[in-house]
């Protein structure tokens, strides 16, 4: 059935093609160009005479790792029987994105939806293009090549009818799975091919030239946007049919747990397994060697394996051992006593990284100075799915089968660690049980391959248990964000300083030096969106202790806690409504201009051009308004019920949310309603978008209310969901509005799976202070006031 | 040697009676719909019903059902149609669809015993169900839906 599809890459001509598409999309629209389009266009008869080459716009997708791919012989196959099969290269954690961008293609090729059938795309990014499925990325960087894949097919589904009956092609209307032959008229001649009669001519034909691809207007959407498709895994994950991590079976496959060093950095010094191999069940047990050289990057944490043949045993067998452990230097790591040193840092100047106008001055010529200081503790992804991998080696060559975001990011490192070449190496995308930015590093499959290995390639199942998913993480860092507000006498805010202080993810990459990187502040810090004259933002040093990693929407959560809660702050101070001051802080509408806004020159935009996604403030009050409207704000509510609101830009997406809280008797911290809304630009599946922010609450909630993971003597003192707490049913954010802005076809779309968690812990913590004059500067908040 | 009956297949059990049953099902019967989540009874995840009653099979071990007809998610319904599948379709509840299985079962087995719970009860019965992607407010409109009849 696949037997159209490429079945090997062809990194050259790839490479090619990705200089093409990239080409074009730095020569923006030729002359040439819209000639071509508007020559076509000249033939063309209602509805399809809408149809234009859609400017193409240049993303931070062709600067990733391979780019993206556009080639339609590369991600859709149509059998003679017409069954199209399209491929989806990204991975799915929940997001929806494994359907929404096939749907995509398929909307612009005019396949007949339930006739599509989906093939998870190996990991293979010479093949397919970028697949480090993470920083809200997919639609963001694949709206565009998915489109063009599928308006390339519908035109060589045409042009083959054409040839066929011999008719000009501009008389050739692709629709709903066939070509019809339309009279010059533009009416209906009754002829018609279906895909499957023109499969092997249109695939034989050459990929149309970017330039002469036309895009279906947006009227004529049969998928996107409309609301209608569900996740084609549905009926699946219903019935426990659907496919995660663990689910594969192979035959002779053993089970393996792993001991890992309870402190980073900690080694085997010694260990008995004589009792482990006792255990009924239990096959062998194998020393994994750790990665200990700086950067550690997502190398094992090494530790003993058992190997069994069931989980079970392997369990058994692991609690049996007894081993010896050399802890190394970051059994200092003690949470207080870190937090108090990060708050001694953020009492002093640190690196300067924004400097706009003078804020020295401002601070010595204000009336008042308004100070707070935000804490938030580690956090842990904690997907319901714990990490596991199925890894077999047959004559030097592995296979595995895992849940990952990054597939062929772990398959070169897998290689690398196994010392075969990358072409021997196979990663097979299981369906993710959540990811959260977890299963963007792959610490977990190389364990697994190297257990295989040792056994001699046996197939092994190399499972995490929920203890060794929360003490074993890359961890949400820890942070202080102090906020210091200079205002005049006219109750103008006329100085901001934010320092922040907080152990970096870049340690786990190069050698620590303490300090944020640019991925980190640019997520909420040095884009602070705020009209205030003078603004500096510093960060003070912290080493990590811990391995520090992504977790869905990362920085922006303190970032956004600590702006949104002292704008919040101030608007008190002053005697202001908090949204109103919101939306006089963020100002005129305007693009904000880094360069004379004091901005670093590193700048990170999300990794997007800025001309492309600026920071647009109209935008941003936009969903401000939206939010309280929605939400019924200046209402008044009962004694200890109360609205608070925030937004945020992240991920080049615009959100913002109210929450309406209400304290019970026994302080219980309730949450009847939120409201948001959320500018994300061009979107494809609104369904989708709004089960995101519906969880983005809920994680909002979580990070709010429960989430907390601290450190003693190193080692994390949480391990299970019994002490690492997340929002159940019995206390969750009760009605989750939203409302998505429509914007015009020609809006950048932006990401969605993120940018709804950071504006919900500070819009919590508002609505609490709205309700009871309580302000809540630490998370988690704990679920009980005191 | 002792029995237990998954999905109406009865099946000798020999070895570990204390083998939680959550790994007797998906490392020996190979039915990996049941998820493991946290393996202390706190998530929810590997929920399956005993004798009709939801249970965490991590928490149950092969001992505890020996004798007894256990139901998985795959034999919840031959055809995937019982009223809570078809209400988790319609509602489009699932996200990453992992702790799909044993909220279904959990919904399942609290609608079996009361065919119209009120939001309180939906509540109560449903709160030891962990989502970690945030559906609640679908699962909980789900459950209302199943008890309507879909």
Redesign the interface.
């Known amino acids: 059935m696949l037997h159209y599809l490429k079945t090997d890459a062809d990194p050259a001509a790839e490479k090619k093609a990705n200089a093409e598409i990239s080409n074009v999309s730095r020569r923006g629209v030729l002359g040439g160009f819209l000639g071509a389009s508007a020559f076509v266009m000249a033939v063309r008869f209602a509805p399809a005479d809408a149809r234009e080459a859609l400017k193409p716009y240049p993303t931070g997708g062709l600067k990733m790792p391979d780019g993206v791919v556009s080639d339609p012989h590369v991600f859709i196959a149509i059998a003679a029987n017409g069954d199209v099969t399209i491929v989806t290269h990204r991975s799915?954690?929940?997001?929806?994105i494994r359907t929404s961008l096939p749907m995509v293609v398929a909307d612009e090729m005019c396949a007949d939806w339930s006739r599509v059938r989906l093939m998870q795309a190996p990991g293979d990014e010479p093949k397919y293009g970028n697949q480090d499925t993470d920083g809200s990325r997919s639609m963001r960087h694949f709206i565009q090549p998915m489109r063009q894949c599928g308006a390339a097919m519908r035109q060589m589904l045409e042009a083959a009818a054409a040839a066929k009956w011999g008719a000009d092609a501009s008389l050739c209307r692709a629709r709903n799975h066939e070509v019809a032959l339309l009279d010059k008229e533009g009416k209906d001649t009754g002829k018609v091919l279906t895909f499957g009669e023109l499969a092997e001519a249109a695939l034989a034909l050459p990929v149309p030239a970017p330039e002469t691809i036309l895009y279906k207007s947006p009227d004529e959407f049969t998928l996107m946007g409309k609301g209608e498709v569900?996740?084609v895994?549905?009926?699946d994950?219903?019935?426990?049919?659907?496919?995660?991590g663990?689910?594969t079976?192979l035959p002779g496959m053993k089970?393996a747990v792993v001991a890992r060093p309870a402190v980073v950095g900690g080694k085997v010094k010694s260990y008995d397994a004589s009792a482990a191999l006792k255990v009924?069940?239990v096959h062998s047990v194998q020393e994994i060697e750790g990665v200990f050289a700086v950067p550690r990057k997502f190398g094992q944490l090494g530790g003993i394996a058992v190997v069994a043949?069931?989980?079970?045993a392997a369990?058994q067998g692991r609690a049996a051992l007894t081993i010896e452990w050399e802890n190394g230097p970051n059994v200092s790591y003690d949470t207080d006593a870190y937090a108090a040193e990060m708050s001694a840092t953020a009492a002093k100047p640190g690196k300067v990284l924004r400097n706009q106008g003078d804020a020295d001055a401002a601070f010595a010529n204000a009336k008042d100075v308004i100070t707070a200081e935000y804490h938030g503790q580690h956090m842990v992804q904690?997907?319901?799915?714990?990490l596991v991998a199925i890894a077999r080696i047959v004559d030097g060559k592995a296979e595995i089968w895992a849940p990952v975001q990054s597939p062929y990011g772990a398959r070169k490192d897998i290689a690398a660690a196994l010392k075969i070449p990358v072409e021997n190496v196979t990663v097979h995308v299981s369906?993710?049980?959540?990811?959260?930015g977890r299963k963007s590093k792959w610490d977990f499959m190389l364990e697994a391959a190297l257990v295989s290995q040792k056994l001699g390639g046996t197939p092994v199942l190399l499972?995490w248990?929920?203890?060794d998913d929360i003490q074993h993480s890359f961890y949400h860092t820890t942070s202080v964000e102090r906020i210091d507000a200079a205002v005049d006498d006219k109750g103008k805010v006329i100085g901001w300083r934010h320092r922040t202080v907080a152990p970096s993810i870049v340690s786990t990459f190069k050698a620590d030096d303490g300090y944020q990187f640019p991925i980190e502040y640019g997520m909420g810090f040095v884009d602070v969106p705020f009209d205030i004259p003078n603004i500096r933002c510093e960060n003070g040093q912290a080493m990590a202790h811990a391995r520090i990693g992504w977790y869905r929407s990362v920085s922006n959560i303190q970032r956004a806690f600590a702006v949104q809660s002292a704008a919040c702050e101030v608007a008190h101070k002053l005697g202001r409504d908090p949204k109103d001051f919101l939306l006089e802080l963020i100002g005129p509408d305007r693009n904000i201009d880094p360069k004379t806004s004091g901005f670093p020159d590193d700048f990170w935009n999300y990794g997007e051009p800025y001309e492309e996604f600026p920071i647009n403030t109209a935008r941003l009050k936009n969903v401000i308004r939206v939010a309280a409207e929605k939400a019924g704000w200046g209402q008044s509510l009962p004694p200890r019920e109360g609205l608070g609101i925030a937004a945020h830009r992240a991920f080049a997406s615009y959100v913002a949310s109210v929450v309406h809280v209400k304290i019970d008797d026994d302080g219980t911290i309730r949450v009847p309603q939120v409201t948001s809304a959320i500018d994300c630009g061009f979107h494809v599946n609104p369904?989708r978008i709004r089960?995101?922010m519906?969880?983005?609450?809920?994680?909002g909630m979580s990070n709010a209310l429960y989430s907390g993971i601290t450190f003693k003597k190193g080692a994390v003192e949480q391990s299970?969901?019994?002490d690492y707490n997340?929002?159940?049913?019995?206390n969750?954010?009760?009605?989750?509005s939203v409302h998505i802005i429509e914007t015009p076809e020609t809006t950048h779309a932006g990401g969605v799976g993120e940018p709804g968690v950071p504006p919900f812990a500070p819009a919590l913590a508002n609505a609490i202070f709205a309700a009871t004059g309580k302000r809540l500067r630490n998370l988690p908040m704990g679920e009980k006031l005191s | 040697m002792s029995s237990v009956t998954v999905n109406g297949e009865l099946h000798e059990i020999s070895g570990d009676p204390n083998m939680p049953l959550l790994w007797y099902v998906r490392d020996i019967l190979n039915l990996t719909g049941t998820k493991f989540g946290c393996g202390a009874g706190v998530c929810g995840a590997c929920t399956v019903h005993l004798d009709g009653v939801a249970v965490r099979s991590c928490q149950t071990t092969l001992g505890d059902a020996a004798g007894k007809s256990i139901t998985t998610i795959e034999g919840l319904s031959p055809d995937g149609e019982h009223a809570v599948q078809k209400a988790w379709r319609k509602i489009n509840v699932p996200q990453c669809g992992f702790c799909q299985a044993g909220q279904i079962m959990q919904a399942a087995s609290l609608l079996a015993k009361n065919r119209a719970p009120s939001d309180a009860e939906i509540v109560e019965a449903m709160s030891d169900n962990i989502c970690r992607c945030g559906c609640y407010q679908r699962i909980h409109e789900a459950v209302r839906l199943a008890a309507g009849g879909v």
């Not at chain 1, 904690?382 to 714990?386: G, I, L, S």
């Not at chain 1, 369906?431 to 959260?436: S, V, Y």
């Open positions: 799915e954690m929940g997001t929806g569900q996740i895994d549905l009926h994950i219903t019935t426990g049919k659907a496919g995660y663990a689910d079976r089970f009924p069940g043949d069931t989980t079970y369990i904690a997907p319901m799915e714990p369906l993710l049980g959540g990811g959260f499972q248990t929920r203890e369904e089960s995101q519906e969880g983005a609450a809920v994680m299970n969901y019994f997340v929002t159940r049913m019995s969750y954010p009760q009605k989750v």
